[in-house]
Antibody, heavy 116, light 107 residues
Framework: QLVESGGGLVQPGRSLRLSCTASGFTVDYHMSWFRQAPGKGLEWVGLIRRKASGGTTEYAASVEGRFTISRDDSKSILYLHMTGLTTEDTAVYYC??????????WGQGTLVTVSS | DIQMTQFPSSLSASIGDRVTITCRASQDINNYLAWFQQKPGKAPKSLIYSASSLQGGVSSKFSGSGSGSDFTLTISSLQPEDFAIYYCLQYSTYPWTFGQGTKVEIK
């Protein structure tokens, strides 16, 4: 399973780091972050490829240059480092992992609220 | 960016009904299309990947079809636990994009 943590209330302009910890399976897969603003649909945030594929990243335009995805496979943790937060970033953030099939496992989500 | 048009945005159906939801991409997405179910306050659950492949552990009452840019999700016999919001996602080209969602409600 995947468990997100690190969410909370943060002021505009500040930074926050989310973690996604895997248990019971290897994280040697492509992993993604998604988010869902209150009452809205799902939005893809970004992806990090497995180390064997270079560990490279892709991002949505709305977060490019402000958010960074990284991974520590030795600890089975995926990170989302968010900077320059705005009220538009208020959402539940979900991590997802590929397995033998794409996006097969999802975490329960962590709420990030950006407000002064 | 690839636009995903999903319809209907909502539907009312009865227990036992066959339900079909459609997703149309603005260009060919090479069948890199996934379907998700989301219940209130819960994380999305992956149902279908590669347009028509069922995720492990998902009921066979769910099926996906289509190719190119037109795709459908079918629920063969609607049950109480199937009332939820369903989303399609194209993962052919970055940025990945979702459809707007279809809310399936009880008639």
């Amino acid at each position: 399973q995947l468990v997100e943590s690190g969410g909370g209330l943060v002021q505009p302009g500040r930074s926050l780091r989310l973690s996604c910890t895997a248990s019971g399976f290897t994280v040697d897969y492509h992993m993604s972050w998604f988010r869902q603003a209150p009452g809205k649909g799902l939005e893809w945030v970004g992806l990090i490829r497995r180390k064997a594929s270079g560990g490279t990243t892709e991002y949505a335009a709305s977060v490019e240059g402000r958010f960074t995805i990284s991974r520590d496979d030795s600890k089975s943790i995926l990170y989302l480092h968010m900077t320059g937060l705005t009220t538009e970033d208020t959402a539940v953030y979900y991590c997802s992992s590929d397995g033998t099939t794409p996006m097969s496992t999802w975490g329960q989500g962590t709420l990030v609220t950006v407000s002064s | 960016d690839i636009q995903m048009t999903q319809f209907p945005s909502s539907l009312s159906a009865s227990i036992g009904d066959r339900v079909t939801i459609t997703c149309r991409a603005s260009q060919d997405i090479n069948n890199y299309l996934a379907w998700f179910q989301q219940k209130p306050g819960k994380a999305p659950k992956s149902l279908i990947y590669s347009a028509s492949s069922l995720q492990g552990g998902v009921s066979s009452k769910f099926s996906g079809s289509g190719s190119g840019s037109d795709f459908t999700l079918t629920i063969s016999s609607l049950q109480p636990e199937d009332f939820a919001i369903y989303y399609c996602l194209q993962y052919s080209t970055y940025p990945w994009t979702f459809g707007q969602g279809t809310k399936v409600e009880i008639k």
